[in-house]
């Protein structure tokens, strides 16, 4: 009976030692802890919000206990923000935190549009942390124009959001962000691959190619009288508002008006549909399958 009870409080001792090994730290196991950082451009727009919002809705409902995380790419919106109070943190800075908090695993999303500048700046970053010692695996999720399967998706995803009542012969302009970077080659194949359904879908950009005067000859030429106009950008923010939709003479309302096709304007951001923020999510959950 004597040795029975030696051996118990031997074994309760042995595991007791051994659990407060893990739990000082100085053993090797650190407990196993997932978390998402999503990054976006930013906007410092509240109606930008709601594309946030429905983000972190749809990320929830495929990871219900999963911590989630903030971070805004673009250093003016972070310092206007600032400005009035809200503090959001820099890619490097929420990473940082998320070590700081003991997580082992960190999935870490981009939703941006395209593979362009702010996307690759967040890869180095995402690299620069695979390079320091604390996480066990840091892992970035494709933009939202990618892969081939992305395209058709985000081709279906145009056609499906488009007002009902839009007529065949009328035009979709959607405007896209574009950038110097050599991915801007994504809106100019999005095109191709949209007309291939339907020709009277344009894709232009603001800060890239195709530009607006090249669509504003095609739609001539088409002698197109009714264009519905709508933001490619996550958000409907300062772009879509003031570029495309504003009073100003050099918007793409103003131009496309002057030259005598009428406009309808539709202020959401591609965020705000589900079917294309499933594309950002499928993004994510491939890079959550590998931790498992
Ligand atoms: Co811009």
Redesign the pocket.
């Known amino acids: 009976m004597k040795i029975v009870k030696m051996i118990i409080v031997f074994i309760t001792a042995l595991l007791v030692f051994n659990n407060s090994l893990l739990a000082s730290g100085h053993g090797h196991k650190k407990e196993k802890k997932v978390g998402i950082l999503l990054v976006a ?1 930013g906007s410092s727009e509240t109606s930008a919000q709601i594309s946030f919002l429905n983000i972190e809705k749809k990320v929830k409902e495929a990871f219900p206990s999963m911590p989630i995380r903030w971070a805004y790419t673009s250093h003016i919106i972070r310092h206007k923000l600032a400005k009035q109070g809200k503090i959001l943190d820099s890619p490097e800075v929420a990473m940082a935190k998320m070590l700081d908090e003991g997580f082992t695993h960190v999935a870490v999303q981009s939703l941006h549009s395209i593979g362009g500048e702010e996307y690759h700046n967040l890869r180095r970053s995402v690299g620069a942390f695979k390079g320091l010692r604390g996480f066990k695996r840091i892992m970035l999720g494709y933009p939202l124009m990618s892969t081939q399967d992305d395209m058709e998706r985000i081709v279906d995803a145009i056609i499906s959001n488009i007002p009902k009542q839009r007529k065949k012969n009328e035009a979709v302009v959607l405007m896209g ?1 574009g950038s110097h970077h050599p991915s801007n080659a994504f809106y100019a194949a999005l095109n191709f691959q949209v007309q291939l359904k339907d020709p009277n879908i344009f894709i232009g950009t ?2 890239g190619y195709p530009e607006l005067d090249l669509i504003q000859s095609l739609l001539l030429k088409k002698q197109i009288k009714k264009a519905y106009l709508m933001p490619f950008m996550s958000v409907a923010g ?2 879509a508002k003031n570029d495309m939709a504003g009073n100003e003479d050099d918007s793409w309302k103003s131009m496309l008006t002057k030259a005598g096709i009428s406009c309808v304007i539709i202020l959401k951001g591609t965020a705000e549909y589900d079917n294309f923020v499933n594309i950002w999510v499928d993004h994510l959950k491939k890079v959550l399958a590998h931790f498992n």
């Open positions: 451009f962000h603001v800060e300062d772009h």
